[in-house]
């Protein structure tokens, strides 16, 4: 399988506890988005990368969430100290930026339960 | 506040007929516009897309129509198919200055009845 994977597909954790979410792109993509989406909710930006550089940071990634790309290759999304309200489908999702044009491939998510 | 909204939380047609899903924006500066379907527990997939240098952009039974004026797009499948019900979620990118990242609409839930 050639498409973005994700990895867990499911996390239940308490509240307070860390946890660490990884993407790995379609392997020529040079760009890696990470977005979340709530219930009733159309996925929401979060930050993204070209190649190792993270470039933009949402305003909803606070200080408890931070994100890598080591080597332009996989992504680690972690979030500190959980809350009820980080509770969420975090999306990964890759493009190859070659001009004009921005059709993003999306994994299949991972789901957060925070309890 | 909302930039891409989709006002229609659900739609329900017959299998072979038309159906229009709508999308409105209020953001000048996007200039590019996608289509994804969502099913349950799968990430969104792209559908069809357009730039705004055009009006309309059609691959097989997706066309998708943008008036730029009135700053609203539409999604027509022709003709529906029990499998195209999902979550339709229409998104837009300014390229120029957001990095090309997406702003999704809330989705729309289209069931396609037998």
């Known amino acids: ?115 | 506040d909302q930039q891409v909204k989709q006002n229609s939380p659900s739609l329900s047609v017959q299998e072979g007929r038309i159906s229009i899903l709508n999308c409105d924006y209020t953001n000048s500066m996007f200039d590019y516009f996608l289509w994804y379907k969502k099913y349950p527990a799968e990430g969104p997939t792209f559908l069809i897309s357009i730039s705004s240098i055009k009006d309309k952009n059609e691959d097989g039974r997706f066309t998708v129509f943008l008036n730029k004026s009135a700053k609203h797009l539409s999604l027509h499948i022709v003709p529906s198919q029990p499998g195209d019900s999902a979550v339709y979620f229409c998104a837009a990118a300014g390229w120029e200055t957001s990095g090309s990242r997406l702003t999704f609409g809330e989705g729309t839930q289209l069931t396609v009845n037998p």
């Open chain 1, 1 to 115: 399988d050639t498409g973005v994977s994700q990895d867990p597909r499911h996390k239940i954790t308490k509240r307070g506890q860390n946890v660490t979410f990884r993407c790995d792109p379609i392997s020529e993509h040079n760009r890696l988005y990470w977005y979340r989406q709530t219930l009733g909710q159309g996925p929401e930006f979060l930050t993204y990368f070209q190649n190792e550089a993270q470039l933009e940071k949402s305003r909803l990634l606070s200080d408890r969430f931070s994100a890598e790309r080591p080597k332009g290759s996989f992504s680690t999304l972690e979030i500190q100290r959980t809350e009820q309200g980080d509770s969420a489908m975090y999306l990964c999702a890759s493009t190859l930026l070659l001009g004009f044009g921005n059709e993003q491939f999306f994994g299949p998510g991972t789901r957060l339960t925070v309890l």
